[in-house]
Structures are given as structure tokens and as C-alpha cells.
């Protein structure tokens, strides 16, 4: 794409700045806030494009004068000078047109969202519970290198250890948009702990990582909901099996997709506080009714795609943890890498960036940019 062509694609960015600007101070706006977030974001969205804009049009302002310098001055002072920032410039200049091309892309409207993060035990009986747990780990240590909150919403254990399901939030900055890639089937190739020949087995947990939904996104009915409280079990403390603290809630929904009423049930026993288990557990009905109304969308996108590299499919295969060769594989961009222990550490962020760069290669190709 030519200089001219890029900076014609973003004429007419900084007078929309200017009345977005003008729309968030607005009192009506604001109490409007479905109306509110959405301006909220498109202004900080507006505001880094037209950050990079004005970066690359000093760079090609730069690039221009230091040529016009070399062209007509006679000093060598001068000349040096002039030569050392056309040389900075003209570098700056392609990672500059990469950054704005990206930004031109329409972004996913989830990525800055929180997390719901769900792992379930599949195939392989208590060895997949195990490898569950060992996932949620994985996670948990990943989410405290970025600084993120991470809360257990409710939790199957396993009978040897590990766990069948365990659900949790995951809450920090652009959570939904880092995570996604990890939807899918997690498969573990080891020796169990409970094999006594020694021989390697295959086991399978599945992840899906769901974007959280906010009130306005989604219309529940509150008044159709019924509750049930209930004594929270588990070990020791004054609080269990004394205190209804555990929530319990139907809801009828009807599917957008089929038409049909489905009936959903969610429990929450997280905390000793009836009124907080209760809002998480409407959090997690908001999240999962989202979530279905918007598979069409994701499927949609899914078929447009050449690759899926985080298309939502949660079906898929996509990694093998290969613990006798220490070996970790992501089998959508063939990306093998032998430090299984840190990986299970939380080092798992050289692969969600090659992820991410994937995905932005083929965003560029689509746009045809």
C-alpha cells in the first residue's frame, strides 16, 4: 500500500474524534450507557489511530527534509545529521504503516472484555481430571504474571485429584482478547501417576474461554428467575453446612438459534455471602446466554477464515502436551517448542503472541491491506 493510499484511509478520523469527543461529555450520553461504553471505546480506539497517524506523517515529513538537506548542504556536519534521521525514519516507516493497517481492521468488539474460563476433564478417566487441574494452574500462574484477578465460580474435583470442571472469572485488561486463543481441546500424552507399566497415556481436557457479558448486552427477564439457597459443603470451617449461602438458578430461555425454550441451571457457592453468590451467579447467566447468541456470529466468521486460529471451536484439537520429550505443540500454526515445565509454569506467552500474529496475517489478507 502506497503513503498515499494509507493516510487516505484515515481521512475523516480526526473530525469523528472531535465529536465523539464531544458526544462522552454529553449528560444524555452518558445515561445512556450502553450508548456511553461503546462511545467510550471508539474515542480511546480513535484516539492510538490518530497517535499513529501523526507518528507517520513525522516520520515522512522527516524523511523529506533530511533528503532536501542532503540534496542542497554542503556541510558535512549538516549532511551526517540529515543522513542518521532519514536512516531512523525510513526504519521507523514500515513498522508504522504495519501498526496503522492493523488498527484499520475492524477488532473483534469482545477482545477488551473479561473472561469466563471453563475446563472440563474429557477422555481419560482421573487422568484427565488430573491434566485439568494441571491446566487451571497453568492459567492461574499466567494470570498472575499479567497482573489479572482470577475467581473460582464453582468447581468439580475429581476423585484422584485435579478436576472434572471448574469454572472461573478471569478479570484484567483485555483478558478476552489474549485468552480466546485457548479455547479448544487441551490433549496430554504421560505416564499417569495411578499406570504401573510405565506406558504413556492420552488424555484430553477442553477449554472454553467465553467473553463476560455486561448487563446491557443481553435482556434477562430477573423477575422469571427462580433461586434456591443451600447449605454450602466442603471442608472444615464455622460457615459449612450452617449458613445458606449457596444459590442455586433456574431460568427459561429461548434459543434465538432453534426456537426452543431451554431451561438453564447455574449454581454459585464462591463465597460465604448469599448476595455476592447470587450477582456472580446472574454474571455467569449473562455470560452464557451471550455466549450462545452469538455462536451464529462466530461460526460466521469461522467460515470466512482459511485458518482457525481462535475461531471459538471448541471441538478442535489444538495442542499436545508431550511430557516424555518435555514437548509442547500447537497443532493450528505447527508451533513446537521443548520447555514443557515452564509451560505448565504460566510461560505460555511467546505462543499466544505467534497466535495473535497469525491471526493479524490473515486479518490483513482478508481486508487486503
Known sequence: MSENILLSRLEGLDSRFEEVSTLITD?????????????????HDLEQILGAKARYETALRT????RQILSDEDDDEMRQLAREELDNATALLPRLEEEIKLMLVPADPDDSKNAVLEIRGGTGGDEA?????????????YA????????????SEGASGGFKEIVCSVTGEGVYGILKYE????RVQRVPATETQGRVHTSAATVAVLPEAQEFDV????GEIKWDTFRSGGAGGQNVNKVESGVRLRYNWKNP?????????????????????????????????????HQKYLDDIASKRKTMVSTGDRSAKIRTYNFPQGRITDHRINYTVYNL???????????????????????LKEAEL
Open 341 to 363: 515445565a515452564a509451560f505448565m509454569d504460566g510461560d505460555i506467552q511467546e505462543c499466544i503472541d505467534r497466535l495473535t500474529v497469525a491471526e493479524n496475517a490473515e486479518k
Open 63 to 66: 524523511i523529506e527534509e533530511s
Open 27 to 43: 449528560p444524555a450520553v452518558i445515561a445512556d450507557q450502553p450508548r456511553y461504553v461503546r462511545l467510550t471505546k471508539e474515542y
Open 183 to 186: 479455547s479448544g481441546v487441551h
Open 144 to 155: 498472575e504474571k499479567k497482573g489479572w484477578q482470577l475467581a473460582i465460580s464453582s468447581m
Open 257 to 293: 438459534n432453534t426456537g426452543q425454550v431451554e431451561e438453564i441451571l447455574i449454581e454459585c457457592t464462591e463465597t460465604r455471602d448469599q448476595p455476592k453468590n447470587k450477582e456472580r451467579a446472574l454474571s455467569r447467566l449473562r455470560t452464557f446466554i451471550y455466549d450462545k447468541e
Open 219 to 222: 435482556e434477562i427477564h430477573e
Open 129 to 141: 481430571a488430573l491434566f485439568a487441574g494441571d491446566l487451571f494452574r497453568m492459567y492461574q500462574k
